[in-house]
């Protein structure tokens, strides 16, 4: 057996580290590291309340919309706000604005350019990956079209958020009460245009057909046949790519899938249904958030409270360096001492979409899943936003004033692209005294709890190869890696 | 020659890459090339693996690579108890200060992107356990990581492209005239921020200055009405160009209807009150203009009140305008 590091992992947002020890070519046991602490839960701690709204966002320059929603219903749960429909509208509007555009980021930056390696130079596809994906930056010239016209449309897609929230990243629009940020019937036009040509871009380049079939798409039989129209379509190329480097057989995932649920409506019903999904038994199942909690065993966090994994409204973040036995300044969360995965796969199969099941039932969670149903996905998303910007009633209030008692708990449970974001706020004498967030890498990322159970990544990278011509590296582990779109300064915040 | 640059991230969230990546460009890595900018590594968009990128830096360091302008995205996490191990370079075993330090002495540029890099900035906020500082500050106070004294190759202190985040133009601009070798010391501000952005107001083309000018104030997010006086805006303090070059197509802070927290200056993240309520002295804001003596304000802040034409107090408190301006020769409708 030998011990190798892996890391430091780029196209990936912020830093990691992976242990892997290997017999056989192949890994055995994983360990990873979340490497950089900031302590965004210790800076809000006494601060004026609504004082979250700007440091929270900055958690993340990639979920920071994200980030600010959780926050911002973590605020109007401890104050018993209801936003009006408007506000409601508006910021699942710039919720998804950023899902999209990291699901986009997220396959064309992150993941495809690896398909440009090497290591795939005599496979019959290298040359249209290199020319499509190849990555923004170290690739030849001519190369990575369509990448460099995916970053030109998420470009031109944020001047949603340009009107919709000031700017992007780190938006301050968004409040307890709804939107600072009215919309016009001129602003309405102006953004369903940019959604046009987000659309545009989409059925043209990504999905080769009406967004609307790809998200109807229910079995592996209705798959081929869109393959066989779609072929010259980015999806079309992935899938003879995973097929041909097996990414199915990579990356296998716990099997228990966490949403909580996404983009409520004005009667709190979510667009994307909240709750477990359970790949063993293919049983949806409810969700008891009361049931987290987080082990901290194995991070960089004093012992003394490790006796029992805390739930994050009594949680407790405090740092030590040298413990002990801990490998990473990400604590361990667990529903009902069971670890999940969380993310796109785990949205659309709790939500049931009927192909992302199916597909799960036969090869169940894994690289190749992980990234279609992130496609998927972006093609369910923006039709919705159409409605909402439909929805949107100009001159009626985007906003409602609230007042924040002096001692109040919340709690602001979200969708990021990257799954299920919780924020838990306690305050006291009028300011923050407790605060602990739950982000989606925080689940996926997670290192191994008292049990010695691993976390989702830990475990699905056992059995990969080490595949590089000279031994020492393996392009599986990147794949794998990437495929859960990690983001590690939310990881660890 | 094109400009040799290295990207590196430390104690921050990445989100001014993400802006980097919102430049109004249809065609990015051309823009940058056709800039004479060269970016050898950066961590959210190179193909190259782990181990080129630390070769990379090593070879920088031997001086096998010309390093022109090392770009520091991120605060330096100088804990716990100043030994870096917040953030240790994955696979290196080194902590990211270490590295910066050293590489910082071989670049002939240094450049902070963002506040972080600049001044410590969010990464520092609080009780800043993380212990983080910029590059050359930590607050408002000279030293930082390298030391109050620090000059880079070139001769000059380290650039700081502040903001949070900072513009993609800011960056690229900044990158853009270091390569045809036009930024010399007297283009950065006292500050070293570049002036290109420096020299102006957030203030300067906001949509809200006539409701400024007769202190027509809104009361509660959505209002039309001025920041300043109630909701915390510093636009009229603030060294940034956000209102006329804008974000994102056409936003701003105080186009997203919120105030602009001066996210360009040192300790913007400690202001000493909540960000989004206006300090005030017997109910006078106490963050005035910063070159206007305040005797003055007061008194022309009294007159253009009692002067406030009844269309703007009105829209003012209105999350749409209610009383349009007067066509001449027009009654209301």
Known sequence: ??????????????????????????????????????????????????????????????CSVSQSVAAARALADASGTVMPANGVHAINLMLACENLADH?????????????????????????????????????????????????????????????????????????????????????????????????FLETTLFGAPLEEIAALDDAAALAVWRRRGADSDMALFLNIAEDAQLSALGQGPGRYLSYGAYADTQNVPALEKGIWDARTAQKQLLDSTQIAEDTHHAWYRAEIDTMPLHPSTGLTEPDADKPGAYSWNKAPRLAGQVVETGALARQLVDGQPLVRALVAQTGGNVQTRVLARLIEI??????????????????????????????QGVGLTEAARGS??????????????????????????????????????????????????????????????????????TVH | ?????????????????????????????????????????????????????????????????????????GALLRGPQGSGRFHMVAGTGEPMVHWVKQLAQVAHHVLAIGSCAAWGGVTASGNNLSEACGLQYEDEHKGG?????????????????????????????????????????????????????????????????EYYEYKASAAQPTDLGCLMENLGCKGTQAHADCNIRLWNGKGSCLRGGYACINCTAPGFQNPGHAFHVTPKLAGIPVGLPSDMPKAWFVALASLSKSATPRRV???????????????????HK
């Open chain 1, 1 to 62: 057996m030998t011990r190798r590091i892996l890391g430091p992992f780029n196209r990936v947002e912020g830093d990691l580290e992976v242990q892997v020890d290997v017999t056989d070519g192949r890994v055995t046991q994983a360990r990873v590291n979340s490497p950089m602490f900031r302590g965004f839960e210790r800076m809000l701690l006494g601060r004026a309340p609504m004082d979250a709204l700007t440091i929270v966002p900055r958690i993340c320059g990639i």
């Open chain 1, 104 to 200: 986009l980021t997220h396959f064309y930056v992150f993941f495809m350019p690896d398909f440009t390696r090497a290591i795939y130079a005599n496979m019959p596809w290298f040359a249209e990956s290199q020319r499509r994906f190849g990555a923004l930056i170290g690739s030849t010239p001519g190369n990575g079209l369509h990448n460099r016209a995916a970053v030109a449309a998420r470009a031109r897609w944020f001047e949603l958020m340009g009107t919709l929230g000031g700017k992007w990243p780190h938006t301050g629009s968004i409040l307890p009460g709804g939107s600072a940020r009215t919309i016009e019937v001129t602003d309405r036009v102006r953004l369903l245009s940019r959604l046009r040509e987000m659309r545009t």
């Open chain 1, 379 to 408: 093609a369910r998303i923006l039709p919705l936003m159409e409605q909402w910007l439909h929805a949107l009633a100009p001159r009626e209030p985007f906003y409602v004033a609230h007042t924040l008692p002096d001692v109040a």
């Open chain 1, 421 to 490: 974001l919780g924020h838990w706020v306690s305050i006291d004498k009028g300011r923050i005294s407790r605060y602990q967030i739950i982000a989606p890498t925080s689940w996926n990322f997670s290192p191994r709890d008292a049990a010695g159970t691993p976390g989702a990544l830990e475990a699905a990278l056992v059995g990969a190869p080490m595949d590089t011509a000279n031994g020492q590296d393996s392009v599986a582990v990147q794949h794998i890696v990437r495929s859960f779109d990690p983001c590690m300064v939310c």
């Open chain 2, 1 to 73: 020659m094109a400009l040799n640059v290295v990207w590196l991230q430390s104690g921050g969230c990445g989100g001014c890459s993400m802006s980097l990546l919102c430049a109004d460009t249809p065609d990015l890595p051309a823009l940058l090339h056709s800039n004479g900018i060269d970016l050898l590594w950066h961590p959210a968009l190179s193909l190259a693996g782990q181990q080129d990128m630390v070769q990379l830096l090593r070879d920088c360091l031997s001086g096998q690579i010309r390093l022109d302008a090392l770009c520091i995205e």
């Open chain 2, 145 to 209: 990581l390298l030391g109050a004294d620090f000059v880079s190759q070139s001769g000059l202190a380290v650039i700081n492209v502040a903001g949070c985040p900072t513009h993609p133009d800011w960056v690229i601009d900044t990158l853009t005239l270091l390569a045809v070798d036009n930024l010399h010391g007297k283009d950065l501000d006292d500050l070293a921020r570049p002036r290109f952005y420096a020299d102006q107001l957030v203030h300067h083309a906001c949509p809200r200055n």
């Open chain 2, 313 to 331: 107090k009105i829209n003012s408190h209105s999350d749409h305008v209610l009383v349009p301006p007067v066509v001449r020769g027009k009654s």
